[in-house]
């Protein structure tokens, strides 16, 4: 007999794990996602959640509640009667929520835990510098991302990749490491092993503010923070009075007696600025108020005014 899965998450990297369990002729019987929000040019449309609009194309009946404690969604959750939840890329549950099936509630974190606890595991991984990450699965409990290890899979990090790269890698490692833990946890083939909480380290949430690069920093510092946070929420400075994301950047080091922060370009190709003991030379940007591009185009169309 097939277990009965229930799956929750959100964006699309929780896509392919849904995708490899249907794909392996698991009874995924209901998915749960955030609700429709709107957004947009001028946030006027309403934007369904990537897991929604793949789960509508299956035929698998949808739930959306606001409240993960509501009672009416607790008891159509209930009327599912899953075996096994699992959950990828979605939100903190209430003990009604986690403890429902038999077999339990399993998470997939995109990081080596317990190293990368929080809402940005890849983010910080690649600021800090590492240069190995990778998934887990656990089954969850009352404290965030602390819960008994079913799997873990490693990936490498490359020293010019972005989150966003990582990202991609990992939702195809992450969907595959999914399908292992459900494999196991069907067959009752698995050992759970604690997590060492002497390891452990935190990932929270980052938000636009804290974003701005400071220059004055070692030169792999710096290209670390811009690719940690590229393409969202982005790694920004001030560039004539607007905000410059800075997307892509290579290392480069030299010796200087420029101040950190300071420009160097030839207005063609060249766009790079200052560290404190090198610069980051500039690939792909975004100034506010136009699309992404690369440095060439916008050094074609731009003329630097503070240099």
Not at 71 to 78: I, K
Not at 115 to 133: D, V
Not at 235 to 248: G, P, Q, S, V, Y
Request: with cysteine; proline share 5%; net charge neutral.
């Amino acid at each position: 007999m097939s277990l009965r899965i229930v799956f929750m998450g959100t964006p699309e990297f929780a896509v392919p794990s849904l995708q490899i369990l249907l794909e392996n002729d698991y009874d995924v019987v209901g998915v749960v996602t955030a609700t429709d929000k709107l957004g947009g040019r001028g946030r006027k449309k309403l934007l369904e959640p990537a897991i929604k609009k793949f789960a509508k194309g299956k035929d698998i009946p949808i739930l959306q509640p606001k409240n993960l404690k509501d009672p009416a969604f607790v008891e159509a959750l209930r009327e599912l009667n899953a075996d096994l939840q699992v959950v990828v890329a979605f939100r903190m549950l209430p003990e009604v929520v986690w403890a429902m099936p038999e077999k339990g509630t399993f998470n997939l974190h995109g990081s080596l835990l317990p190293k990368y606890r929080g809402a940005a595991p890849i983010n910080w991984a690649i600021i800090n510098g590492e240069t190995e990450t990778g998934v887990t699965t656990f089954f969850i409990r009352h404290e965030i991302d602390t819960g008994d290890v079913l799997f873990q899979e490693k990936m490498p990090v490359g020293e010019n990749e972005t989150a966003g790269d990582v990202h991609d890698r990992m939702m195809i490692l992450g969907a595959e490491t999914v399908l292992k833990t459900v494999r196991a946890i069907e067959s009752d083939d698995y050992e759970l092993k604690k997590q060492d909480e002497s390891q452990a380290t935190k990932a929270p949430k980052i938000h636009h503010d804290t974003c701005k690069i400071d220059f004055d920093q070692p030169t792999a510092q710096v290209h670390n923070f811009i690719r940690g946070l590229s393409p969202y929420p982005a790694a920004w400075t001030i560039l004539d009075d607007k905000e410059l994301k800075i997307l892509r950047t290579t290392k480069e080091h030299s010796g200087h007696s420029l101040s950190p922060g300071k420009i160097v370009t030839d207005d063609k190709i060249e766009l790079k600025f200052a560290t404190r003991d090198g610069f980051v030379r500039v690939h792909e940007l975004k100034m506010e108020g136009k699309r992404r591009m690369k440095v060439t185009d916008f050094l074609n169309g731009y003329s630097i005014l503070e240099k």
